[in-house]
T-cell receptor, first 113, second 111 residues
Framework: DGGITQSPKYLFRKEGQNVTLSCEQNLNHDAMYWYRQDPGQGLRLIYYSQIVNDFQKGDIAEGYSVSREKKESFPLTVTSAQKNPTAFYLC????????????FGPGTRLTVT | GQQVMQIPQYQHVQEGEDFTTYCNSSTTLSNIQWYKQRPGGHPVFLIQLVKSGEVKKQKRLTFQFGEAKKNSSLHITATQTTDVGTYFCAVPSNSGYALNFGKGTSLLVTP
């Protein structure tokens, strides 16, 4: 089955630790995205990548980092510099530009205490 | 990026009643997409509108794109409990490579 996988579904970390969220797709999509979702805030774009070895900051990139070494993988690192890391993180992919629909993974719920 | 305002934030209806959510932009849009997110789930693409005045239907769902391409609506006729969830509109960002999502309308349907 084609799709996007994110792991783990739930993640707990202590404050001050970096944590990496996994996102893998086998849809052969060029573009991949990371969003953060908080209650009542909708989806806010953290980073996106249109092609391997290239990525751009979204609206709330501070405290996050990404890499795109392979077409199918786009991991997100939540660093200790992120002031409010507890949130639901969604990864998505699409064929390319914003005129194409995005396919979302099941999400990772991160709790930092 | 381009901002899109979505209203209402919440809507609670009795099963069988109709429901409408609206998205408004201050700028002309090239296209608008709609997504549905069930409670505890992830957003799922519903439809994309591109043409001025476009109307598309999916069973009980009717999507409209305004003549000026600055607003859009999603109307559900005779809601069912399976319609529960949050509905988002999304528009292209200034770069054209990403989407900006509205804050969503959460629909609750009671039987």
């Amino acid at each position: 089955d084609g799709g996007i996988t994110q792991s783990p579904k739930y993640l707990f970390r202590k404050e001050g630790q970096n944590v990496t969220l996994s996102c893998e797709q086998n849809l052969n999509h060029d573009a991949m995205y990371w969003y953060r979702q908080d209650p009542g805030q909708g989806l806010r774009l953290i980073y996106y990548s249109q092609i391997v070895n290239d990525f751009q900051k979204g609206d709330i990139a501070e405290g996050y980092s990404v890499s795109r070494e392979k077409k199918e993988s786009f991991p997100l690192t939540v660093t200790s510099a992120q002031k409010n890391p507890t949130a639901f993180y969604l990864c998505a992919s699409s064929i390319g530009q914003a005129s194409y629909e995005q396919y979302f993974g099941p999400g990772t719920r991160l709790t930092v205490t | 990026g381009q901002q899109v305002m979505q209203i209402p934030q919440y809507q609670h209806v009795q099963e069988g009643e109709d429901f409408t959510t609206y998205c408004n932009s201050s700028t002309t849009l090239s296209n608008i997409q709609w997504y549905k997110q069930r409670p505890g789930g992830h957003p799922v693409f519903l439809i994309q509108l591109v043409k001025s005045g476009e109307v598309k239907k999916q069973k009980r769902l009717t999507f409209q794109f305004g003549e000026a391409k600055k607003n859009s609506s999603l109307h559900i006729t005779a809601t069912q409990t399976t319609d529960v969830g949050t509905y988002f509109c999304a528009v292209p960002s200034n770069s054209g490579y990403a989407l900006n999502f509205g804050k969503g309308t959460s629909l609750l349907v009671t039987p």
